[in-house]
C-alpha cells in the first residue's frame, strides 16, 4: 500500500454559527481543504458527524454535501450531469469524524480511491435545551443508560468521583486539563474561546455534575474541518506546504454500556487502538511529540493519556498538574486548545483533530506552533471510549 | 488485491418483529453469517442502518453490536477484557446496508482487515404512525423538500406520474413489477410475503399517493441481515458452499433533492455506479444471470433497469409487463421476492439483496433458483438515486 498524504485541509471556526446551516459549515470547511490543496477534485466523500439525523432531522449527509459542494462531474449537457462522485457517512458517536477519516484513508491506502474528502460536521445550534443532551444519549446505549436518565456527562462525572476515590485525586486535580486548553486555545483563531483562564476560576466555576464543574466539560459547539487525503505519487511535485502522511490508522472498540465494564476507569479500547497504530506506524510512544486527546470532558483527557500509555494507570491527571501537557513540556496535548477551549463539534472533532495535528506538523500552527514536531498522535473517542480511533500522523522529508 | 470473498451469511425474516429489540434482530443475523462461515471470527463490523438514531434513538451501533454479538476477544482477566473489535456505522439513506457492505470490501480488499462482518439492521416496529414518514423524510433534502410536506412516498408518485405521462405507459404499467415480486416471495421463507398476486388484485388495491396503490409501495419492516467477508487465502480449504467473490462494488452520488435534476427521469448515479462496476469486474451487461434492483416503488425498479442498461429510457416497465424479469425470464430481478414481497427493511435492504444474490449464485435459492446462476448484480439505492451503490457477484470453480 502507498503512503496515503494529507493534501489539503481546512476549517471553519467553532461557535455558534446561528447564520450557517448544517449544509453551509460543511461546505465551507471542504472548499477550503480543496483550495489548500491546489485544487485537487477529490472522487469520494465521506462524511463524519453524530447528530443531524436528531438535532438537524437530516440524514443522507453524503449526497447532500456532494452536490452542495460542487463536487459532481460537471457537463449539463450529458446524461450524467452532476452525478457521480462516492458519498457516504461514517457514524461512531463521538468519534465520528476519526471514522470518516479511517474509511478516507482504506479508500486511498487501497487504491480503490485516488482522491478523497473528508469532512466532519455538527450543527448543534439548530435547537435548544433538553433536546442537545437528549440527541447526545443516543450515543450510549440507549435501552439501559439514556432509559434510565444516565446522559454523557452524567456518566463522565461518576468515572471522575470513581477516579479520584480510587487514586486519591484532589478534587481540583483535573484543573490542568482545562488550563492547559484555554492557555492554546488564545492561540487558536478558529477556537471558540480565546482566554486563559486561571486556577482561581477553575476553583469558582459553577457545577455541571459533581465533581465537574463547567470547565471540566467541552462546550457543544458548531464546525466543520476537512481534509483532503491521496497517494503519494499522485501528488503535484511541488507542494505549499510540507509532507504529511498518515502513518496508521486503528479503531477499537469497548462496550457501549459503561456498566458493562469489569474496570471503568481503564480506557481498553484506546489502549488496543494506540498499540495497534504504534505497531502498524513501525513508531515508538517516545517519538511522539504531541498527542491531540479527546478531552470533551476533563476526566477523559487523564484516561486517555493513561490508555495510550503516556501515563501509569491513575497517574494522568499529574501530567496536567505538572505541566507536562504544555507546548513546551514532554507531551504536549491539546495545543491549539482541545475540545475544551476550540470547542466540542461532536462528530467533527476528529477530522478537528486531524486538521490541528496536520497544521503543527506542517509548521503552521502560528503562536502554539511545537518546534520540530514529526510526530503527532491523534485520539478520537466515541462515548467513553466505546470507540476509539488513533491515527498516527508523520510529517515527510525535512 | 486479492479477491475478496463472501464466507458466510444470515438472515432474519423480514416483517413486523414486535418482540425483538434493534440489537437482539441485528445480533441474530450478525451469529448467523459467523456460523454459515463455519466460526471465522471478525476483526471489524461496519454496521449499515438508517434510522436507528430517529426512530430508537439509538446511535453508535458499530459499539453496541459489537459488544453484544459478542465480537470482541473474551479474556476477562486481562485488562483488555472485551475490547478490541474494529466497528462503525455507515448510511447513505436506503443505500445504507450497500454502503456498509462496500466499507466492508475496500476494509478487507486493501488487507487493513483479514475478516470483516457487515450487518444491515433496521427496526421500525418501536414507534407507528408518521413518525415513521418523518424519519424516512430525513433521507431526502430536509431543508427543500421534507420541510414542504414532500414525503420519499410522494416523490416517487411523482415520478411515477410523469413516467407515464412522457412515455405513455398505461396506468397499470408498472403492475409487473409487484406481481414478479409477489410471485417470488412465495419461495422465500424469509419473506414478509408468501403470496402471488393477480392482476386483479393490483387493479382493486387502494390507491397510496396517486397513481401508486398499495402495491406500487414496499412495506417498511424489521430486518437484519449480514455477510462475513475474508480474502480467497484466509478462507478454509473445504467451503461448505461454492465460493462467491465480490467481482466489483462501485457508489456513486446524485442531488439529494430531486427537484435538482435536469432529468428526473433518469438515475444518472445509477447509471455511473453501474458502469463502474462493470468496467471493474471486467464484466458485459449480457452475463449478468439475475439483477437485485431497488424495488421500494415499482417506478423505482423501472428507471433502475434503465439505468442499468437493460432497457432503454421510457422501456424498463415492458420488461416487467413482458415477463422478462421472472425467474426463467431474459433478466431475473427480485428473486427471491424484493423489496416488495420480501420486505423493506430499511437501511439493512442492500445486505438483504446480496445475501439473496449470494444465495443465488451458490444454488441455495429453493425454489426460486435460477439455473447456472453465475453473475449477479445487486443495485441499492439511497432515496431517488440520491446514492446508487452496485456490487456485482461472481460464482467461482464450478
Request: proline share 5%; glycine share 12%; hydrophobic share 45%.
Amino acid at each position: 500500500m502507498s503512503d496515503v498524504i494529507i493534501a489539503g485541509l481546512g476549517q471553519t471556526p467553532v461557535g455558534e454559527h446561528w447564520e450557517l446551516s448544517l449544509r453551509s459549515l460543511a461546505v465551507k470547511a471542504m472548499l477550503a481543504a480543496i483550495k489548500d490543496s491546489g485544487g485537487l477534485r477529490p472522487q469520494a466523500l465521506f462524511v463524519g458527524n453524530m447528530l443531524a439525523p436528531a438535532l438537524s432531522r437530516q440524514a443522507h449527509l453524503g449526497a447532500l454535501l456532494a452536490d452542495f459542494g460542487g463536487l459532481h462531474p460537471g457537463d449539463e449537457q450529458d446524461r450524467v450531469h452532476r452525478a457521480g462522485i462516492e458519498a457516504e457517512t461514517v457514524e461512531a458517536g463521538g468519534a465520528s469524524g476519526a471514522a470518516a477519516l479511517r474509511q478516507g484513508y482504506m479508500a486511498v491506502a487501497s487504491g480503490l480511491v485516488d482522491v478523497a474528502l473528508v469532512v466532519g460536521v455538527e450543527k448543534f445550534t439548530d435547537v435548544v435545551g433538553p433536546e442537545v443532551e437528549a440527541a447526545l444519549a443516543t450515543a450510549t446505549d440507549g435501552d439501559f443508560e439514556a432509559i434510565q436518565g444516565v446522559t454523557p456527562t452524567a456518566q463522565a462525572a461518576m468515572l471522575a468521583r470513581r477516579y479520584m476515590h480510587e487514586f486519591k485525586v484532589p478534587t481540583d486535580g483535573l484543573a490542568g486539563f482545562p488550563l492547559t486548553a484555554h492557555a492554546n486555545g488564545a492561540g487558536n483563531r478558529h477556537a471558540m474561546f480565546h482566554k486563559a483562564i486561571s486556577l482561581e476560576a477553575y476553583h469558582k466555576a459553577e457545577p455541571v455534575s459533581d465533581p465537574l464543574n463547567m470547565f471540566d466539560v467541552a462546550p457543544n459547539a458548531d464546525g466543520a474541518a476537512a481534509l483532503l487525503l491521496t497517494r503519494a505519487e499522485l501528488l503535484p511535485k511541488e507542494l505549499q506546504h510540507p509532507r504529511v502522511r498518515i502513518a496508521a490508522s486503528a479503531s477499537a472498540s469497548d462496550t457501549l454500556g459503561l456498566h458493562n465494564r469489569l474496570d471503568p476507569l481503564w480506557f481498553a479500547a484506546a489502549q488496543v487502538s494506540v498499540e495497534q497504530a504504534l505497531r502498524k506506524a513501525g513508531i515508538q510512544r517516545e517519538q511522539v511529540d504531541l498527542f491531540e486527546y479527546h478531552d470533551v470532558f476533563s476526566i477523559f483527557a487523564a484516561l486517555s493519556l493513561e490508555a495510550a500509555g503516556f501515563a501509569p494507570a491513575g497517574q494522568g491527571w499529574k501530567l496536567a498538574a505538572d505541566g507536562a501537557i504544555g507546548l513546551t513540556g514532554q507531551i504536549p496535548c491539546a495545543t491549539l486548545g482541545g475540545s475544551k477551549a476550540r470547542g466540542n463539534p461532536g462528530g467533527a472533532t476528529g477530522v478537528y483533530q486531524a486538521v490541528e495535528a496536520a497544521l503543527q506538523l506542517q509548521g503552521r500552527a502560528g503562536p502554539n506552533q511545537i518546534a520540530q514536531a514529526r510526530v503527532a498522535m491523534i485520539q478520537s473517542l466515541g462515548g467513553p471510549a466505546s470507540t476509539a480511533i488513533t491515527h498516527i500522523l508523520e510529517r515527510q522529508g525535512n
